[in-house]
């Protein structure tokens, strides 16, 4: 099935539409090949097939991709949103996790953000389906490695992810390099926190190589519905413990 239009996204999270003629540029049609094109609706991913006569874009199959949203409508994940994006502005900064030992604690880099771009709100696709980031960093050359991998922020506050995007998240983390990152509003700068004094961003729940990670430990068979409970519990915890120190 043709299209006779498609939009994409850039970084800064602006939504920009294409036509078939636009893609008698050579320049810019290599440029359309790296971005994800979609259906104006946003729900088929689209390609650009390049005839002199009929240029046009195409979908692989008619399958719908949903895009998925935890829908989070509180003021204060949004407020902790906008707070990270101007944090992470900041250049260079090592991102990783502190590991303790019985000499002190070691801060493990796992990558570095020289040269990246932040931006809020990014949709974003592999395999099945769609997801909407709260915030979303890559490498501003379009550079893909394991020094330079996607970075997703996942806020959250009173919605965790479904099943579908969480399963999505490993498996893509296994065949690209990308992290998924996990700050919880409950605790602000306790389980992820910008570090400007050192250039630092520690976490400690994230996804990686595909699997989901706690600092230094790998939790095999962890799934969204597991970490939810665990989550839930830890942060009930700390909020009783802090409860308990204020009587």
Known sequence: MKWNVAVYQTLDGTWHTVYPV????????????????????????????????????????????????????SLRHNERVEQLLTALQQPNLKFGYYHYTQDGREFITIF??????WSREVVRSRLDIGWRHDLFGAHAGHRLSEHCPWVAIEVIDTHFPEDRAFDAWLRLSAEFPCL???????????????????????????????????????????????????????????RLNRQRRTV
């Open 180 to 238: 998924v990152l996990f700050d919880f509003v409950q605790e602000e700068n306790y389980y992820f926190q910008v570090i400007e004094a050192n250039q630092r961003v520690r976490f400690i729940y994230y996804i990686y190589e595909g699997a989901l990670w706690k600092s230094r430990e790998q939790l095999p068979n962890w799934n969204a519905a597991i970490f939810k409970e665990k989550l839930t519990a830890e942060l009930s915890e700390k």
């Open 22 to 73: 636009n893609l008698h540029d050579v320049e810019f049609r290599a440029f359309l090949r790296e971005q994800e094109l979609w259906n104006i609706e946003r729900e088929k991913r689209l390609f650009i097939r390049y005839r002199v006569d009929a240029p046009h874009f195409y979908a692989l199959s008619d399958r719908v991709r949903p895009i998925i949203e935890r829908r989070e409508a």
């Open 112 to 117: 570095k953000s020289e040269q990246y771009t």
